[in-house]
């Protein structure tokens, strides 16, 4: 099962080390690509992300990657 799409591209967002990034697994919130509680009324969960590094990552907009949270290029072939 896959969220609404929220965009048809990927969100490059800066890390920083040792943070937690909780991602938007329905694709209805409004604080893309993060999680702003949008989700309760549906069964999805928000998805952890963990940084190891300081860096530019780029986070799934359309929620259908096989790599959540982060972009496959899925969105390529929507």
């Not at 080390?17 to 209805?28: D, I, M, S």
């Not at 790599?67 to 899925?74: N, V």
């Amino acid at each position: 099962m896959s969220g609404q799409i929220a965009g048809k591209a990927p969100l490059p967002v800066e890390v920083e080390a040792g943070k937690t990034y909780w991602w938007c697994a329905c694709g209805l919130s409004k604080r893309q690509p993060f999680c702003d509680g949008s989700h309760r009324p549906t069964p999805f969960v928000p998805v952890e992300y963990k940084a190891e590094k300081d860096a530019t990552v780029w986070f799934c907009a359309c929620k259908q990657t096989g790599r959540a949270p982060l972009c496959d290029g899925t969105h390529n072939k929507l």
